[in-house]
């Protein structure tokens, strides 16, 4: 069994080899990754890429319960840490759709 201290150094080597600017099919696998983890967030519904640089997030919590956790998953990636993010309305609500970044340039 793996110890925290064993599981953070992997964690951290993992990090390391993210790149700020990958090529196209290292991007897609990035932006698969967040779609995925964004999938199993609680209050989210799915992260949909609608290009490079456009991530739609569908929700079932309001924005200040998903904002948080949307951006620990996007940010993990340098490539994708200044992406347009679109919070779309909880279903059945009358919210306008959002559009933010986790970080600026």
Known sequence: MATPAASAGVDKAASDDLQQDPDPDTL??????VSKKLAA?????SGIWLTRST???ERSA???TVW???CREVEH???LRTVR???NPRPGTGEPVR???CRTF
């Open 28 to 33: 897609l696998r990035y932006q698969q990754a």
């Open 85 to 87: 993010i679109q919070l």
């Open 68 to 70: 948080p956790l949307i």
């Open 55 to 57: 991530l739609s997030v």
């Open 99 to 101: 559009w933010r970044q």
């Open 77 to 79: 990636y340098p490539a």
């Open 62 to 64: 309001d924005d200040a």
């Open 41 to 45: 967030t609680p209050g989210v519904i």
